[in-house]
């Protein structure tokens, strides 16, 4: 139990450190509990250390732990997202990590419309150009943006990126910082309706590096609770 605390300490004073590089403060960067897999007692330890947003990557679990914990934390859906699964979460969460097509944009418009909602969401970049991951490639970002800004009831709020998985953390650094270019880009074009704010990036192995490239969320999960005892 003292783990968690201890972790999120070590982690808190990091984020400091790493903000301050770029400029920034403690509280420029939105520190996120990554807590798939990780079962309801620890995530209300977390909770306790004042950690409050969450993250999930799968809609069925964010739904069965957000029935037990309800809005004391604010939700964060980072993982892939399936058409057909909107509706099941349109009005738990606080932001979604991962809309990579103008397909699921519109889904997320008419399930949020049909609440009265107005749902912010983060276009997933593949910055890497990895085939097994999700998010859009760089050059087309700029134009799925202008055209998720028509939907009356989706608000951009800035990009997310999942990096690549290497040994040395530094590797990333080149990716972090295009992502910022794109974000940078992006935000000077002032597209009507979207309002960059956020930039999604760096977890447990390589956040200390995103946060100086310019990230301000961070998704941090084994650097909390530990190594995850399976595969994802
Ligand atoms: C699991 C996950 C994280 C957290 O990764 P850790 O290495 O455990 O910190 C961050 N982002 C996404 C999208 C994830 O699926």
Same mark, same amino acid.
């Given at each position: 139990?003292?783990?968690?605390?201890?972790?999120?300490?070590?982690?808190?004073r990091?984020?400091?450190t790493?903000?301050?590089?770029?400029?920034?403060?403690?509280?420029?960067?939105?520190?996120?509990?990554v807590?798939?897999?990780?079962?309801?007692?620890?995530?209300k330890?977390?909770?306790?250390?004042?950690?409050?947003? %969450?993250?999930? @990557?799968? =809609?069925?679990?964010? #739904?069965? $732990?957000? &029935? *037990? !914990?309800?809005?004391?934390?604010?939700?964060? /859906?980072?993982?892939? %997202?399936?058409? @057909?699964? =909107?509706?099941?979460? #349109?009005? $738990?969460? &606080? *932001? !979604?990590?991962?809309?990579?097509?103008?397909k /699921?944009?519109?889904?997320?418009?008419?399930?949020?419309?049909?609440i009265?909602?107005?749902?912010?969401? *983060?276009?997933?970049?593949n910055?890497?150009?990895?085939?097994s991951?999700?998010?859009?490639?760089p050059?087309?970002?700029?134009?799925?943006?202008?055209?998720?800004?028509y939907?009356?009831?989706?608000?951009?709020?800035?990009?997310?990126?999942?990096?690549?998985?290497?040994?040395n953390?530094?590797?990333n650094?080149?990716?972090?910082?295009?992502?910022?270019?794109?974000?940078?880009?992006?935000k000077?074009?002032?597209?009507?309706?979207?309002?960059?704010?956020?930039?999604?990036?760096?977890?447990?192995?390589?956040y200390?590096?995103?946060?100086?490239?310019?990230?301000?969320?961070?998704?941090?999960g084994t650097?909390i609770?530990?190594?995850?005892?399976?595969?994802?």
């Open positions: 139990m003292n783990d968690i605390s201890n972790n999120v300490s070590d982690i808190k990091k984020i400091e790493a903000a301050k590089v770029s400029g920034r403060n403690y509280e420029d960067i939105l520190f996120l509990g807590t798939k897999t990780v079962d309801v007692e620890r995530i330890i977390l909770m306790d250390c004042g950690v409050k947003s %969450l993250g999930e @990557n799968r =809609v069925q679990e964010l #739904i069965s $732990k957000y &029935e *037990l !914990i309800g809005n004391d934390a604010k939700w964060h /859906l980072i993982g892939n %997202l399936q058409t @057909n699964k =909107v509706k099941y979460i #349109i009005d $738990k969460v &606080e *932001l !979604i990590h991962s809309v990579d097509s103008l /699921l944009a519109a889904e997320i418009d008419k399930q949020a419309k049909k009265d909602k107005t749902v912010d969401i *983060l276009v997933e970049v910055i890497a150009g990895e085939a991951k999700h998010g859009i490639e050059s087309k970002v700029l134009d799925l943006i202008e055209n998720i800004s939907f009356d009831n989706i608000c951009v709020k800035g990009l997310m990126t999942v990096a690549p998985f290497v040994e953390p530094e590797e650094r080149k990716y972090f910082n295009q992502m910022r270019k794109i974000f940078v880009d992006i000077s074009q002032n597209v009507d309706n979207i309002d960059m704010a956020y930039l999604s990036m760096g977890m447990t192995n390589d200390e590096i995103a946060i100086e490239e310019g990230a301000n969320i961070v998704r941090i650097g609770f530990g190594k995850r005892n399976y595969n994802l």
